[in-house]
């Protein structure tokens, strides 16, 4: 098998964090929505916006629970139902952080620039890559398998690229929230609980695929191989 007990078990340091943070975040927001804020989610990331010049960037509900982003491509952050209408200090926290995201486009932030320019490599990396290795490992073709390992190579780049966009839109959500006087202590406190509950996600994230590129490159290349 290609993917056998021993992937699992080589992954389990990542899939335990993933799983860890993604309690964290639901437990965190969850106590944050009881910490009231002076602004809705949507009403605190259009004041962030619009201090910062982005009057042209426009902001939309979207379905989902937690399906907040910001679209680098139509210059639109979604917030998710909740996020969008409450007034709490987790729907600004999440809020704020998207703004953030689009604050550092109008900046060229340059980890975003590479982002946004290493989507299609590793979208195109997570579509392909596995294929290639299944039929490298069938015909015991090496270059195929090779192949593969450097299309995943492409998904594993795109999350390393990830993650100071990620931290450095939740330092500005934070300041941001507390000089606009969006939050109080209290309330700054539960965005940075939330906030910093999130950024775990992102390292599970990238520590996953980097566990997975290593066990490609052992499994194919130097592990003993099923036939």
């Known amino acids: 098998m290609i993917l056998d007990l021993q992937y699992y078990l080589f992954l389990a340091p990542a899939l335990l964090l993933m799983m860890w943070a993604q309690w964290r975040v639901k437990s965190t927001f969850a106590e944050a929505e009881q910490v009231p804020a002076n602004l809705s989610g949507a009403a605190a990331a259009r004041h962030i916006l619009d201090a910062a010049g982005l009057q042209d960037v426009a902001i939309e509900q979207t379905p989902g629970m937690l399906s907040d982003h910001y679209d680098p491509s139509t210059r639109v952050i979604r917030l998710s139902d909740a996020v969008y209408s409450q007034r709490s200090a987790a729907a600004v926290g999440v809020a704020a952080h998207e703004a953030g995201h689009a604050i550092q486009h109008a900046t060229h932030y340059a ?115 099923d036939e």
Do not use: H
């Open 111 to 225: 980890p975003l620039v590479f982002r946004n320019i290493a989507v299609p490599a590793a979208t195109f990396g997570s579509n392909i890559s596995f294929i290639l290795l299944i039929f490298g490992a069938i015909m015991g073709f090496r270059p195929l398998i090779w192949l593969g390992i450097i299309a995943f190579g492409m998904v594993v780049a795109f999350q390393l690229i990830n993650l100071p966009c990620e931290f450095d839109a939740s330092r500005r959500a934070k300041k941001l929230l507390g000089e606009m006087g969006i939050v109080d202590y209290e309330g700054g406190v539960a965005v940075a609980r939330t906030l910093n509950a999130a950024a775990w996600t992102y390292v599970a994230g990238t520590l996953q695929a980097v566990l997975t590129l290593l066990y490609y490159i052992l499994r194919f290349t130097g592990g003993s191989r």
